[in-house]
Nanobody, 124 residues
Framework: QVQPVYSGGGLVQTGGSLRLSCAAT????????MAWFRQAPGKEREFVAA????????DYRDSEKGRFIISRDNAKNTVYLQVNTAKPEDTAVYYC?????????????????WGQGTQVTVSS
């Protein structure tokens, strides 16, 4: 059974940085595009960033372009999200997700979110 292991979440001050990690156990996702989503209290889950299976292509939520950086290490079965210049509105539970079909660049609806996510809280 696939179990994601999240790390890197926590409390950060406005303007600070942190790096989220999501490591897979029980499967490999080296052939799959990966993404990060987040859900703030009282709001719907939203797309944050995606990276293709090769790592060559990336995409970001328009409002976060330039602040967030998604990357992956297929050898470690891990996907990362670097959050820079953190804002209070970044406060949310962050989830990694995998594309349902390998070697595709899917729309956001075709990702499956993993596990319980990791909490990020940005203090003002």
């Amino acid at each position: 059974q696939v179990q994601p292991v999240y790390s890197g979440g926590g409390l950060v001050q406005t303007g600070g940085s942190l790096r989220l990690s999501c490591a897979a156990t029980g499967r490999t996702f080296s052939g799959y595009s990966m993404a990060w989503f987040r859900q703030a209290p009282g709001k719907e889950r939203e797309f944050v960033a995606a990276i293709s299976w090769s790592g060559v292509r990336t995409d970001y939520r328009d409002s976060e372009k330039g602040r967030f950086i998604i990357s992956r290490d297929n050898a470690k079965n891990t996907v990362y999200l670097q959050v820079n210049t953190a804002k209070p509105e970044d406060t949310a539970v962050y989830y990694c997700a995998t594309a349902r079909i390998p070697q595709t660049w899917p729309t956001v609806e075709l990702y499956d979110v993993w596990g319980q996510g990791t909490q990020v809280t940005v203090s003002s």
